[in-house]
């Protein structure tokens, strides 16, 4: 077996609400076979894998997947089971996997959900999914050999957030905020554009530098805090030994040596008395130091967040308790086992180290690492008590003195921190704080204060119960309960949805609130391009949901980023479906219009409850997804539009009192219940030339409808919309040029029921004997779609010339405009036809076979080039609009589906397929 592919969707997608692997795998030799075929496989696999045996399949009960093994069953799929154990042994909580055939034989993809905090772009998943692959062909073989594990397991480890990370993505997610992950680091980003906020573990983006630099250097912070009257122990800083001797002869021993800009309680030195072992002190921490008195008493930290300490814990450094049979060596690995343990921080328990500290520790108590204690007998191994050095904790949040919390509440306000670890040697946190005098010693206090506390001794105390640590951060980051979001409309549709989406933004651009736009052109922020590219996908979504200067989004949402990277946000306000119709049948395991309807059908699933689906009634796929369970439209607020007003869907809808926009008697109108409302002229509409192109009414229909569900206001929408401007705002979509006695009309069209439409339109404006065309189609496209295409330009052009783009999307150079040319030969045999090298040429051509009062339809890749050439050649914007060439414009009802002929037999086998 072989992975061909592997992908990461890192966001809700088509089999799962959650980030997901699909791995393309070939079976090779296996093709066809079952497990059933080789005797004593699952013998010989659950020797390797027992935990196989509890897997539920599609049993629903533990022994489910064992009893498939048995009967038969292929082996894609074991590798789907397999993958998901070797997940659960390395610490991945997951437990969804699925496998589908592919259509092609022997070719499976193998979907398995991932960890909703792992990094976007983990090694884990490939790794995983390799070793799963390598023990199923070895149990094929006979050779089963588990190995790796652990090299696989210390991976996921160090990519893992860490603790205190994991507890603020959990807060935020309980909570609906969206969380983002940037890579493996503990950065993450929650909530959406200008309500977004961001955090480092336990440091926000609201954190001082100041503060930070404050704490980090702690002689400045002893400073601080003595002139504020703090009480904080006797001492100071040393740079040298013989200034770290001579602050133990004036404070007197024992003394506590530490770095100076430490952290993580290392190279940190307590109970030093004499001159040698400050000397040695010194030495490891580095040369820059601080020296002050030991406090008698307890070890505590306090944490603060927002003005408010949340938490509590006293804090016991590393030991071991002796059962009077087991060395002190073999003690500790009894407790590094615990699977709390783990190195550094990336459990709640940090492993024990025996290093030289542990064993000057164990002299100072006259044992070493081969002593067996007695039975009950703690061994202390450490003297500081930090986490990181492998210590405990134990919560003391509900008995902490008030005095201590005013204290702690105040040092954290001298420090200037908004999240701050105070760290307090006291007897008792429950006692009053003994008074501060110049002539009395400090026999309690402060001894540290820490920026970006760990939070694990409060998330998982080994005595005492835990504090959801993380939500008080969460909440203090986002107060009153906001849940982070800004408006969202999510855009999806076969054809329109560029258009729609650009419509949609710019009638919002009348809120006072700042847009961010994403479409097939790229991405832009309150009107300017900031990004040129293919921009409909979870990449660029992402792009502008963490801006923090937008305030509102518009996404067009295409089948490519849904399919190959899942959706870039998790819910949405408004969903809009523009239509379903046959486009990139063929790819992505697309092969029928159904296909393609399941996947848009995910931007209705993800409109959050109570939200907004903007639906086309006068496409029967839109129509149908109100009846998919996960789309909920119990749940939703549907508001449909259309170009038919008696449409029955259109009349049944009003009648219960709801909203549908719609075309009627030459208005586009906002119906609520029997209340019609006229919006503007569809002959007053940018871009329906006067309504020769009715499915621009159908776009701006469904814009309209969007801006409204946002909040949006009526006479807003209406004066937007009338000066919307397409060759500007909307440049290649049906955008009229002229040159000379010719007319140009740039298009994207690009499949059946696209093409239909602008011809339908040129038809209306000027005949279909003024018609040339300049074409060009991807060379993704299945064969048979191709066809239909050319079918329907056969239809409607009189001269035609064919090109290649440079990109020929996996096809030979010409292939598809020799294709192209060889059907609409077949469709009409007299058709002049010719092709030509690239798009210059191909324009070129075109005009030289138009006449005047000719209109040149030209289809293209790329809209920049393209607009550059026509500049060069003379192109200018048409100032005036064709006189519609047909005695009147058709009614209403009649525009959903004129022209029929255009499509006709070209595509009624495609759709059929």
């Known amino acids: 077996m072989k992975i061909e592919t592997l992908r990461r969707l890192r966001g809700p997608n088509v089999y799962l609400s959650r980030p997901a692997v699909v791995a393309r795998l070939g079976l090779g030799e296996l093709t066809g076979r079952e ?41 894609g799929h074991v590798t789907e ?20 055939a592919t259509g092609e034989p022997g070719y499976y993809d193998v979907i398995v959900e991932c960890p909703i905090d792992e990094a976007p772009d983990s090694r884990v998943p490939r790794r995983l999914l390799q070793m799963a692959v390598d023990l199923v062909t070895g149990t094929v073989d006979g050779t089963v050999e588990l190995t790796g594990l652990g090299s696989l397991a210390a991976l996921a480890e160090r990519e893992a957030a860490g603790p ?21 680091l503990s950065l993450i980003r929650l909530g ?13 983006d609201r954190t001082s530098g100041v503060a930070v630099d404050i704490a980090g250097d702690k002689q400045v912070t002893r400073r601080l805090l003595a002139e504020a009257g703090v009480p904080i122990p006797d001492g100071g800083a040393a740079v040298t030994a013989e200034e770290a001797v001579r602050l133990l002869e004036e ?27 400050v000397e040695r002190a010194f030495r490891e921490a580095g040369g820059d130091v601080i020296v002050e008195r030991q406090l008698p008493g307890r070890d505590y930290r306090v944490l603060v967040v927002a003005g408010e300490v949340v938490a509590a814990a006293e804090r016991i450094a590393a030991h071991v308790t002796g059962d009077g049979r087991s060395t002190v060596a073999s003690l500790v690995e009894r407790v590094n086992a615990d699977p709390r343990r783990g190195p550094g921080h990336s459990r709640v328990l940090t492993r024990i180290e025996v290093d030289d500290a542990v064993r000057r520790e164990l002299a100072r108590q006259d044992r070493d690492l081969t002593w067996v204690p007695p039975a009950g007998q703690v061994v202390w191994l450490r003297r500081n008590a930090n986490l990181s050095t492998g210590g405990t904790s134990r919560d003391v949040t509900e008995r902490v003195h008030p005095d201590v919390a005013d204290l702690c509440l105040r040092v954290t306000a001298l420090v200037g921190l908004d999240i701050a670890g105070i760290d307090l040697r006291l007897p008792d946190i429950a006692e009053p704080l003994p008074p501060v005098a110049d002539d009395v010693d400090t026999t309690a206090g402060v001894i540290e204060v820490n920026a970006v506390p760990g939070l694990r001794m409060h998330l998982a105390p080994v005595q005492g119960r835990s504090h959801d640590v993380g939500d008080a951060i969460v909440r203090a ?19 329109g949805k560029t258009t729609v989406a650009r419509l949609t933004a710019h009638l919002l651009g009348d809120t006072g609130m700042r847009v961010g736009l994403t479409t097939t052109d790229g991405v832009s922020i309150g009107g ?49 479906i523009t239509n379903i119709t046959a486009d990139h049948l063929g790819q992505d395991g697309l092969d029928t219009i159904d296909d393609i309807a399941h996947v848009k059908a995910l931007v209705a699933e993800r409109v959050r409850d109570g939200g907004t689906l903007v639906l086309n009634v006068d496409d029967p796929w839109v129509r149908n997804l109100v009846e998919r369970p996960r789309v909920r439209a119990d749940r939703k607020r549907i508001v449909w539009f259309g170009l038919e007003a008696r449409h029955p869907v259109i009349t049944e809808h009003l009648a219960q009192g709801r909203t549908a926009y719609v075309l009627q008697d030459g208005w586009l109108v906002q119906a609520t219940g029997a209340r019609r409302t006229p919006l503007l002229r569809v002959a007053e509409l940018p871009g329906a030339y006067g309504g020769a192109a009715p499915h621009a009414a159908a776009n701006a229909l469904a814009a309209v409808a969007a801006a409204r569900a946002l909040g949006a206001g009526q006479e807003e929408v209406v004066r937007r919309l009338a000066e919307f401007d397409p060759p500007v705002a909307n440049p290649g979509r049906a955008t009229l040029l002229r040159l000379g006695d010719v007319s140009l009309f740039v298009d994207y069209a690009h499949n059946p029921a696209a093409l239909a439409a602008t011809l339908r339109t040129l038809h209306r404006l000027w005949g279909p004997d003024r018609c040339v065309a300049a074409v060009t189609l991807p ?31 996996g096809r030979a150079p010409d292939e598809v405009s020799a294709l192209v040319e060889r059907e609409m030969r077949a469709r009409r045999p007299k058709l002049r036809a010719v092709r030509a090298q690239g798009c210059r040429n191909a324009v070129v051509e075109a005009l030289r076979l138009a006449e005047p009062g000719d209109v040149v339809l030209i289809l293209y890749e790329k809209i920049s080039p393209l607009l550059a050439l026509l500049a060069e050649l003379g192109a200018v914007p048409a100032d005036t609009m064709p006189v519609l060439a047909l005695p009147s414009t058709p009614a209403p009802g009649a525009m959903a589906s004129p022209g029929r002929d255009l499509l006709g037999s070209a595509s009624s086998a495609l759709i059929r397929r």
Not at 545 to 558: H, K, R, S
């Open 35 to 75: 497990t059933s075929d080789l005797p004593g496989f699952t013998e010989r696999l659950l020797r390797a894998l027992p935990g196989l045996a509890d897997h539920h399949c599609a049993a629903g009960a533990p022994g489910g997947f064992v009893s498939r093994l048995r009967n038969g069953t292929y082996f």
């Open 81 to 100: 089971h397999v993958s998901i154990e070797l997940s659960q042994l390395i610490g991945r909580d997951v437990s969804f996997g699925r496998t589908l």
């Open 164 to 184: 205190s990370t994991r507890a603020i993505i959990s807060a935020a997610r309980r909570r609906g905020i969206p969380v983002e992950r940037s890579g493996d």
């Open 192 to 204: 959406w554009g200008n309500r977004r906020r961001l955090a480092w573990a336990a440091m926000t």
């Open 251 to 277: 404070i007197g021993g024992p003394v506590v040596i530490k770095p100076r800009s430490g952290r993580q309680g290392r190279h940190v030195t307590l109970d030093l008395g004499t001159p040698s072992d």
């Open 477 to 495: 980051m986002f107060p009153g309960g906001s849940d982070g979001r800004i408006p969202t409309v999510a855009v999806t549709g076969t054809n």
């Open 528 to 576: 300017r391009t900031i990004f040129r590219a293919d921009a409909t996908g979870p990449v660029s979504a992402q792009m502008v949901l963490g801006d923090p200067a937008v305030q509102m989004a518009v996404l067009e949402t295409a089948r490519g980023g849904l399919l190959r990277r899942g959706l870039g946000y998790d819910w949405s306000d408004v969903g809009v």
């Open 779 to 809: 060379g993704d496209r299945r064969d048979d779609l191709l066809a239909a295409c050319a079918q329907v330009m056969a239809d409607g052009v009189a001269r035609a010339v064919l090109y290649d783009d440079e990109d020929p999307r």
